[in-house]
């Protein structure tokens, strides 16, 4: 599972990288689908993972940062890196006595339900390659080359 959350960052930051080469204007123009533009695509792959991540090492519901405050590429991606430093040491540490142990999660509604945590580490996974497949759509439609999904030549296996 260690090398899928890698295979993330990876793109991740070279979606970061990317957006360097798009005017702020295509950045925050809201798009049909997804969470409706580029930057707050972004975001919202960051926050979610990073709140999800921290549920799992026990930490209090993060504060739900506002995309204002991070609404242009460097202060997202200096963002992201801090979310990164504080939940990478549990994703190398995951291990599989960890799959079933469960997490009681309060909804907006105030319901409780309850995840496993090998569940939410595949939601999170998932829930981030969803949104980047959005961004790849995104991207061609303001005529630039999206950033290659493959798994492969990315050199996570080399070591």
């Known amino acids: 599972m260690m090398k899928l959350y890698e295979y993330n960052w990876q793109v991740r930051k070279e979606w970061f990288d990317w957006c360097d080469a798009v005017t702020e204007k295509e950045l925050l123009k809201k798009r049909t689908g997804g969470k409706g533009g580029i930057l707050y695509t972004l975001f919202h792959i960051v926050d979610v993972e990073y709140s999800w991540i921290s549920g ?9 940062p506002s995309f204002e405050d991070y609404a242009n590429v460097q202060k997202l991606r200096d963002y992201s890196a801090r979310c990164h430093e504080e939940i990478a040491s549990f994703i190398y540490t995951w291990n599989s006595s960890m799959e079933t142990l469960i997490l009681a999660d309060e909804n907006a509604t105030d319901e409780s339900e309850s995840f496993k945590y090998g569940e939410i580490m595949r939601h999170v996974l998932a829930h981030e390659i969803h949104h980047i497949g959005q961004l790849s759509v995104w991207s061609r439609e303001v005529g630039k080359q ?7 030549r990315r050199g996570l296996f080399d070591s």
């Open 56 to 64: 799992l090492q026990g930490k209090p519901e993060p504060q739900e």
């Open 146 to 152: 999206p950033i290659t999904a493959n798994f492969i």
